[in-house]
């Protein structure tokens, strides 16, 4: 785990140290789709496989174009999460290339990946990972601050942020006075808050109750709407597979079949 950095922290958020909190270190995830014209996402021959040799992913090729919406699917144990966890930079494949916005991620070294991870991917989790003693406002200004950037400057985006996602009148709030819901637009909204040319999403209603997750639902479908981002979600959920234009399903860690 990483320490936060000392710079724009302690003017941020008067209340709190530095160091108080550490950086929860994310999981690791990749993704592709064949012959898209302007490929963010570009998979070849992914392997990735477990200690005691059982293949998580075996040989998965695909690409995802700029911009696009593709949900992944598959039952547990599938792979399409531990697809996502390369995608994100979190982990490394065994074997086989991935290129994500032009960074070869199988073969780059730590700080090409830490600035991939901090500039380039957005990731949204099943269970928000929101700092409880920071305010939603707070939470969503925190990657930008990381990066050194001054509080002054971070807080009227991660303001329109919020904004975006419905929570304007929230911004002051602290994680345990938020619904799930709410919760996890926060989170996506601190995703999103770098602009970021990938976000990823796994699993982004499976610890909602149906109004929230129909929310977090319009709210994802508005995001890609709006060209904003390239968005792939991993889900077990049909009703958010459905709303993607394209939908890669996976089985036994290779890709079984997509539609569109």
Known sequence: MREFRQAGFSAAFPHLRADQYQLRTLEQT???KPHSP????QACSL??????????????SLEVAANEFVAITGPSGCGKSTLLHLLGGLDSPDSGELTVGG???????????????????????????????????????????LHGEPPREVRPHAASMLELVGLADRAGH??????????????????????PALLLADEPTGNL?????????????????????????????????????????MQDGRVADEST
């Open 30 to 32: 990749q993704v592709r």
């Open 209 to 249: 109750d149906s109004a929230s997750a129909t929310q977090v639902l319009e709210l994802l479908r508005k995001i890609a709407s709006e060209g904003r981002t390239t968005l792939v979600v991993v889900t077990h959920s049909a009703e958010v597979a459905a709303m993607a234009p394209r939908r890669i399903r």
């Open 38 to 41: 302007n490929p963010l996402i």
């Open 103 to 145: 960074l070869p991620l199988h073969s780059a070294g730590d700080k090409e990946l830490t600035h991939f991870r901090r500039h380039v991917v957005g990731i949204v989790f099943q269970f928000f990972h929101l700092l409880p003693t920071m305010t939603a406002l707070e939470n969503v200004m925190l990657p930008r601050l």
């Open 174 to 195: 602290f994680p345990h006075q938020l619904s799930g819901g709410q919760m996890q637009r926060t989170a996506i909204a601190r995703a999103l808050v770098h602009s």
């Open 47 to 60: 392997t990735r496989r477990y200690p005691n040799g059982v293949a998580a992913l075996e040989e998965v």
